[in-house]
């Protein structure tokens, strides 16, 4: 197999339908399969999807849901393909996107992951499909929007061409392609993230071993996000903050002293606190 596309569902028919819909679409010139695992749903979308998509579609499902990455890591266990798309549930994939970035990566062997231009439901750009990774420094920045001119304290590489095609360090779990060969040497996606960042430490982990990283401009997918201005689920809000806590005292902590690390944990329960209250007034989806 050349191409595996993994799209965790949860609870979700219509969007993973839709998204699946936009892979199956189109011919291409490489095999490709789509691999659906449905994280524990409680509805019925997992034998809706089963019946919709029938064998064109391999399902795998989960007794238990153990997060985003797990479910991600379930497929990935079991594939034997060159390269991986890990793809959202809520993503919609334009005409020649696959076809284009796998001639990219065919043709360049020593990137390691390729993302694309991602647009929200709006047709604007989804500022997370390229960025720097996040330190104390440009977290700062971005927090209290303050422009900066400086390249290593700009988190989202807004200065960058959205069209164009450039090393960047953090693509979006929304859309990463990358080689079974990354996969083997640098392991699976972190469980130990529920949702939320751990795509940030996969593309860290993917750097870390030597490998390039790539954003590909000119061809796009849709993400369907949820509006900001809607209320939340409290949960989501928690592993949203709680996935900067595991990413800083993973890749930061050990080389920062006790007195920031003490600093940076206050601020993100604060901040996730805030967010909390916050969201209580916000209206219902």
């Not at 199956?24 to 034998?47: G, H, M, Q, R």
């Not at 989960?62 to 797990?70: E, I, M, Q, R």
């Not at 020649?96 to 750009?125: F, P, R, W």
């Not at 400086?150 to 095609?165: A, C, P, R, V």
């Amino acid at each position: 197999m050349d191409l595996s596309v993994v799209i965790v569902n949860y609870e979700t028919f219509e969007l993973t339908r839709n998204t699946v819909d936009s892979i199956l679409d189109y011919s291409y010139p490489f095999d490709v399969e789509v691999i659906v695992v449905d994280n524990a749903s409680s509805d019925d979308s997992l034998s809706r999807l089963q019946e919709y998509f029938g064998n064109k579609v391999k399902f795998i499902a989960s007794k238990l849901n153990s997060g985003f990455a797990a479910g991600n890591n379930q497929a990935l266990k079991t594939i034997d393909s060159r390269y991986v798309l890990l793809l959202n549930s809520d993503t919609v994939v334009w005409e020649n996107t696959l076809n284009d970035i796998y001639g990219y990566m065919e043709s360049n062997s020593d990137v390691g992951a390729c993302g694309c231009q991602v647009l929200l439901e709006d047709g604007n750009i989804d500022k997370a499909c390229k960025r720097s990774f996040p330190n104390v420094k440009n977290s700062f920045f971005r927090l209290f929007h303050i422009p900066t001119k400086s390249k290593e304290d700009n988190y989202n590489l807004d200065d960058l061409d959205d069209d164009g095609i450039y090393e960047i360090d953090c693509l979006t779990g929304a859309f990463i392609f990358t080689r079974k060969e990354v996969l083997d040497e640098i392991g699976l996606l972190d469980e130990t993230f529920f949702m939320y960042g751990e795509d940030i430490d996969f593309c860290y982990r993917i750097k870390n071993a030597g490998w390039k990283i790539v954003y590909y401009g000119k061809d796009k997918i849709t993400h369907f996000k949820g509006a900001s201005s809607k209320k939340q689920r409290p949960k989501l809000i928690y592993e949203f903050y709680r996935a900067m806590y595991i990413y800083y005292k993973k890749h930061h902590a050990q080389d920062s002293s006790f007195l920031v690390n003490i600093t940076v944990y206050f601020g993100i329960s604060i901040l996730c606190i805030v967010k909390l209250f916050l969201n209580i007034f916000k209206k219902k989806n």
